[in-house]
């Protein structure tokens, strides 16, 4: 398989990039007029490419974690690195159901006349071409590629240079599914090195030619990011969720809500990171749910109500309240009622995720109307932060933002829309 | 009336916009919560402060327009700056125009139900705090501060230096009306100093107040902003707006959209600046619409086929059909169908409001879906590029951006959403 690495010494970097741009703004008119069919096609011919080439998948990822290892990368992200067969199969399960999906493209999103006659149809169009800096996860390359692609926008792709072998066989599948389709293969293309120059190139110089960039990665990068980019940006920057168990909670099913939203995965944006217990339940609730916690095997630190409980659990700084573990450590704390959570999760939030335990409606209501989050959930756990629990089918990532798309980014949202006229030579 | 102007000398910027940043912050969410009824009597209230002060307005517009003219401010500039009982009086009437808009804030966007029983409604929220930045006509004070009231978001106004005591006249009525609707005289703020570092600040500075800037003016304002801005920005650059007029077209429709689109008023973006004339129908439609153009005073740069037609045409140049004039002048060029006129106006066209006028379905529907800008007609003006036209109430600027908003950028293009979820103990 032919990956198309380049020497990154051999490179240079803006003229490979610029013309990288031009092809894909060529593209993206290609896409912007592609057929729901033929994209759908490309999906599954890239899925079937996937198949097809697992033992070189397998190769090229065996590469990048023979070097990573070398080079002493830290466990967890050797984990994310790691593609197995069982890997490559879910990325062409995922292309078969990005496929499946409704297409965006077109769609009337409403329709109204005016009193003189004339009708105004809103419909939605693509944003044009999408560039993409990931870390690394190779799989990161067909999610995106994928969902890009079906919301008729090119991408252009930038992988961590841990993954570039695992991602350049990845891409050469899409491109063979594209080309069975009848489409460029310049719809999704991947910057063909490592050097880092590449990355402060595509986001400063590249306003020409990238509408939009979406960081999917830590905290540092998606920083980087938003600090340097010179065109829009859709991204999040960290997912400080909390969940508030209220005086009207469920002991039972506050604590399966609680062990499931801080435990199931501790790495993931939508883990729970801090508790927050309502004052008035208290004496009913906050020792078995520290305990669960405990005994579990997560970290607990708590503010004093929280100590006196368990002698396990060490004292809460300021700083716990801010922080977002991504590890099995959680911080507690007792506040005064909802207004009192609410306004904990206002101070040290993110507005990413957070959720209540409550039987009682009112007060779910309050929270829910009351947290400016990009998602709110009663009686549910934080973990269903995702594109794909909530229904739509693929996520390329939760914005935080207000701006644009906020929650996760599916293929609606990597969207735009004009405004199509009818008339009967109205003049004003 | 006090309108809280202060000597700029005496005046620290940075410690008074963060002050009114914070105050901003504050004022947004009490705005989040307020009712329909509340920020309409806002509204109306200010309507009526509005026409209780015209004394007062007409006064504070003299010394600016005193002042402008003494400085030299040219007539075009002049003539945006000056206020008359008239123009207070369409103040008034658009503050209560927007109050009878429907309320965007609360509205269920869309709502599902997952097959574990979550039900996840996306509900619309408001931005939070909204910079404007703008330059002369004072009644965007009004304008602004009414849309952003209306969409429960807090504003910061900085309007043109030429303007200020007519701004500060304009704004003091505003926070009469929230005053009287019991809402923070903090969600309408108008920055209280002439000082060009005040909007330096509001650019870089504010990052953590401003949540997104609207510049409304000219190029080299929107220019700036979208360069030094470290928040989002919606705006619009030009408005380079092209007719096209197909060899099906009826000439007496053509004749008549044609100078509605260029001649009506020449100084707003969705004026016609070219005029593209299918080849196929030269003969019957080209000499009678340059004709027509040339006797209402327009002045025609055409290509090589238009100046042969008519001996008062001149040549144009390259750069004609980059231009957006704003003024009695048109570019005209004959184009070899509907294919190449999608093509000029890829090449040459700022993505604005574009039109077509003919009979034939099927070349509109081509010019319709092939043209990617933020309006495309058919048979109709380009002048109806307008959020009141579009009945969307008003308007605070049209937007060329493809990200956020697009097109005319009314209440509703000023909110984000958020997802509610409602569960019953549902975990991953």
């Given at each position: 398989?032919?990956?198309?690495?380049?020497?990154?010494?051999e490179?240079?970097?803006?003229?490979?990039?610029?013309?990288?741009?031009?092809?894909?703004?060529?593209?993206?008119?290609?896409?912007?007029?592609?057929?729901?069919?033929?994209?759908?096609?490309a999906?599954?011919?890239?899925?079937?490419?996937?198949?097809?080439?697992?033992?070189?998948?397998?190769?090229?990822?065996?590469?990048?974690?023979?070097?990573?290892?070398?080079?002493?990368?830290s466990?967890?992200?050797?984990?994310?690195?790691?593609?197995?067969?069982?890997?490559?199969?879910a990325?062409?399960?995922?292309?078969?159901?990005?496929?499946?999906?409704?297409?965006?493209?077109?769609?009337?999103?409403?329709?109204?006349?005016?009193?003189?006659?004339?009708?105004?149809?809103?419909?939605?169009?693509p944003?044009?071409?999408?560039?993409?800096?990931?870390?690394?996860?190779?799989?990161?390359?067909?999610?995106?590629?994928?969902?890009c692609?079906?919301?008729?926008?090119?991408?252009?792709?930038?992988?961590?240079?841990?993954?570039?072998?695992?991602?350049?066989?990845?891409?050469?599948c899409?491109?063979?599914?594209?080309?069975?389709?009848?489409?460029?293969?310049?719809?999704?293309?991947?910057?063909?090195?490592?050097?880092?120059?590449?990355?402060?190139?595509?986001?400063?110089?590249?306003?020409?030619?990238?509408?939009?960039?979406?960081?999917?990665?830590?905290?540092?990068?998606?920083?980087?990011?938003?600090?340097?980019?010179?065109?829009p940006?859709?991204?999040?920057?960290?997912?400080?969720?909390?969940?508030?168990?209220d005086?009207?909670?469920?002991?039972?099913?506050?604590?399966?809500?609680?062990?499931?939203?801080k435990?199931?995965?501790?790495?993931?944006?939508?883990?729970?990171?801090?508790?927050?217990?309502?004052k008035?339940?208290?004496?009913?609730?906050?020792?078995?749910?520290?305990?669960?916690?405990?005994?579990?095997?997560?970290?607990?630190?708590?503010?004093?109500?929280?100590?006196r409980?368990?002698?396990?659990?060490?004292?809460a700084?300021?700083?716990?309240?801010?922080?977002?573990?991504?590890?099995a450590?959680?911080?507690?704390?007792?506040?005064?009622?909802?207004?009192?959570?609410?306004?904990?999760?206002?101070?040290?939030?993110?507005?990413?995720?957070?959720?209540?335990?409550?039987?009682?409606?009112?007060?779910?209501?309050?929270?829910?109307?009351?947290?400016?989050?990009?998602?709110?959930?009663?009686?549910?756990?934080t973990?269903?932060?995702d594109?794909?629990?909530?229904?739509?089918?693929?996520?390329?990532?939760?914005?935080?933002?207000?701006?644009?798309?906020?929650?996760?980014?599916?293929?609606?949202?990597?969207?735009?829309?004009?405004?199509?006229?009818?008339?009967?030579?109205?003049?004003?």
């Amino acid at each position: 398989m032919n990956t198309n690495l380049t020497n990154p010494k051999e490179m240079e970097i803006p003229s490979t990039l610029r013309e990288m741009g031009r092809a894909s703004r060529i593209a993206a008119k290609t896409l912007a007029r592609a057929t729901p069919e033929q994209k759908n096609l490309a999906l599954r011919s890239a899925a079937a490419a996937l198949r097809k080439s697992l033992p070189d998948l397998l190769a090229a990822n065996a590469r990048d974690v023979a070097a990573a290892t070398a080079s002493g990368l830290s466990p967890a992200m050797l984990d994310r690195l790691k593609l197995g067969a069982g890997g490559v199969e879910a990325m062409a399960v995922g292309l078969e159901a990005i496929a499946q999906l409704a297409d965006p493209i077109g769609t009337v999103l409403a329709q109204w006349t005016r009193p003189n006659g004339m009708v105004i149809q809103r419909q939605r169009v693509p944003l044009g071409v999408i560039g993409i800096i990931y870390e690394s996860r190779p799989n990161v390359t067909a999610d995106a590629g994928a969902l890009c692609l079906k919301s008729s926008n090119a991408v252009i792709l930038r992988g961590g240079s841990e993954s570039i072998h695992s991602s350049a066989a990845i891409h050469a599948c899409l491109v063979e599914g594209l080309t069975k389709a009848g489409l460029p293969a310049s719809a999704i293309q991947l910057v063909p090195t490592t050097d880092r120059a590449a990355v402060g190139f595509m986001l400063a110089d590249m306003a020409d030619y990238i509408d939009v960039i979406i960081p999917r990665g830590g905290k540092n990068l998606v920083a980087r990011v938003q600090k340097e980019a010179r065109v829009p940006v859709i991204g999040h920057l960290e997912g400080n969720c909390h969940l508030f168990v209220d005086r009207d909670a469920d002991l039972e099913m506050a604590k399966r809500i609680l062990i499931n939203a801080k435990l199931r995965r501790t790495g993931i944006c939508g883990a729970a990171e801090t508790l927050l217990v309502d004052k008035a339940g208290v004496d009913r609730l906050l020792a078995p749910l520290v305990a669960a916690l405990l005994d579990a095997g997560c970290e607990v630190r708590g503010d004093p109500a929280v100590c006196r409980v368990d002698s396990r659990v060490t004292a809460a700084t300021e700083d716990d309240w801010f922080t977002e573990y991504l590890d099995a450590i959680i911080a507690v704390r007792v506040v005064d009622g909802v207004d009192a959570a609410v306004e904990h999760i206002e101070r040290y939030g993110s507005q990413h995720t957070e959720a209540i335990v409550t039987g009682n409606a009112a007060t779910a209501e309050r929270f829910l109307q009351g947290v400016d989050s990009a998602i709110v959930l009663h009686n549910a756990s934080t973990q269903f932060a995702d594109g794909g629990e909530f229904g739509m089918g693929a996520e390329i990532g939760i914005s935080t933002d207000k701006f644009h798309a906020r929650g996760p980014v599916g293929v609606e949202q990597l969207t735009s829309y004009k405004y199509l006229v009818r008339g009967s030579g109205q003049i004003r």
